[in-house]
């Protein structure tokens, strides 16, 4: 089994490319926000909408331990051949995001007083913030089921599925974003209920692709409703099932740290500065996105191998993976490097958001080079189920590396801002790859 065998790059594909397909769709939906909102006359209804959305998209990817545990436990499961573990991961993992979301209904005055007091901005960010955020809490439910979803079809080999169920989610987002915006001339509430109404129709047709393709499954799985209650709510399982949560989630929340405040410092920099910051952050999330979609195999892969505890296969499996990260690590960098001035200016038509974009997309040319390694490892250590390594290198790069860089950066404004994310990627993608290095054998 070597590393030039072309049906293992074939394997990768057939997993990675619906992936990075769905995968970029979100972004690019995240451009297509940005682009109605930054035609808009004024800069704050851009700075608005994206503090608003940054307020939900931290608890969206603060619970992101709901699809990686769901893709690493279905994927080793799957290779188990284990139907009724497999079974009871999905619907153990729909009812602990079911209840996450209920739970910040519940508290969203507190929780929305409390982000935008630390949000900062003018006055005028703030108000359309709240605007957003306030409708978009109601979706959450939805949301995080279906990051359950995605992670369990994506375990069980189904990315076709994925694909499909990614795209038409965005799609349903991008004509409501059309009608309610440009049609009904709702502004940032017209994003925010364009967003709120397709994350549930994306958990109903999440839901009805399960059913159809899965049913059977689950009646063999299982033969009474209180079998499945008692074996969903098992306290060593669940036990097992938080405790490897807790690592992912410490894990995602120093990176939301770092995401937040480059977020919240742009807006304290000024209204153009955190719009010119959106414009980019889009783009990185489209560079990410589109990563993901080899780490998202490599995890599905290198889960199979641990599952069928096959060693030689995992070796590959991460090679083939390394191989065609860099090279579409440096096919990013090139197409905003020839092509990055461009799509600013088509996002946005505010002069002084546009020039002050264009000054730093240096960063967004260098970070898929520096920011690569650090997506497909955290893919390989999500098959591994390995979430304590996944936590610790989270934490060096967050405490060691992003803030204090930023201290000492901080007289450089925003460009001491992406230096020290810039760090921070590249910090995290070294100390996953030593200790995979160091450690491989071992798995």
């Excluded at 594909?13 to 109605?36: E, K, Q, R, W, Y």
């Excluded at 977020?263 to 010119?276: E, M, S």
Aim: glycine fraction near 8%.
């Amino acid at each position: 089994m070597k590393f030039h065998d072309i049906e293992r790059h074939k394997q990768l594909f057939i997993l990675a490319l619906p992936m990075i397909l769905s995968n970029i769709t979100a972004p690019l939906l995240g451009l297509v926000d940005t682009a109605v909102i930054g035609h808009l006359d004024y800069a704050y209804y851009l700075g608005g909408s994206t503090v608003g959305a940054m307020i939900i998209t931290f608890v969206t990817w603060l619970c992101g331990f709901l699809r990686m545990s769901t893709t690493g436990l279905s994927a080793q499961a799957y290779g188990q051949n284990n139907s009724q573990l497999n079974c009871l991961i999905l619907l153990r993992g729909i009812i602990v995001a079911f209840s996450i979301g209920i739970f910040v209904i519940l508290f969203q005055s507190f929780y929305l007083d409390l982000a935008l007091s630390l949000a900062g901005g003018s006055e005028q960010v703030q108000f359309y913030a709240r605007e957003y955020s306030a409708i978009r809490v109601w979706g959450l439910p939805a949301a995080l089921a279906n990051l359950v979803i995605l992670g369990w079809l994506l375990g069980n080999h189904k990315a076709k599925i994925v694909m499909w169920l990614v795209i038409a989610t965005n799609l349903i987002n991008l004509l409501l974003d059309l009608i309610f915006v440009l049609g009904f001339s709702w502004q940032v509430k017209g994003v925010a209920w364009a967003t709120l109404l397709a994350e549930y129709s994306g958990l109903i047709i999440g839901l009805s692709l399960v059913y159809v393709n899965f049913k059977d499954r689950f009646l063999a799985a299982f033969s009474s409703l209180r079998q499945v209650v008692n074996a969903v709510i098992e306290r060593v399982a669940l036990l097992s099932y938080f405790k490897l949560n807790r690592d992912i989630l410490i894990r995602t929340l120093c990176l939301e740290i770092c995401f937040v405040f480059m977020t919240f410092q742009g807006a304290r920099l000024g209204d153009d500065v955190v719009a010119a910051n959106a414009i980019l952050m889009n783009f990185l999330l489209l560079i990410s996105f589109g990563l993901d979609g080899i780490a998202n195999a490599a995890e599905v892969m290198v889960g199979k191998a641990k599952g069928e505890k096959n060693q030689q296969s995992m070796f590959v499996n991460v090679n083939v993976a390394l191989f065609w990260t860099a090279l579409f690590a440096v096919a990013y960098s090139l197409v905003f490097y020839f092509f990055g001035d461009y799509f600013i200016a088509t996002i946005s038509s505010i002069p002084a958001v546009v020039d002050y974009a264009q000054q730093h997309i240096g960063w967004i040319i260098a970070l898929p080079i520096l920011a690569c390694w650090c997506y497909l490892y955290d893919g390989i250590y999500v098959g591994l189920m390995q979430a304590n390594i996944m936590r610790n290198s989270m934490l060096i790069a967050t405490f060691a590396c992003f803030f204090p860089v930023w201290w000492l950066l901080n007289d450089y404004g925003n460009h001491g801002l992406w230096a020290a994310f810039s760090v921070f990627m590249l910090a995290r993608g070294v100390t996953l790859a030593w200790h995979y290095q160091t450690n491989r054998h071992r798995f």
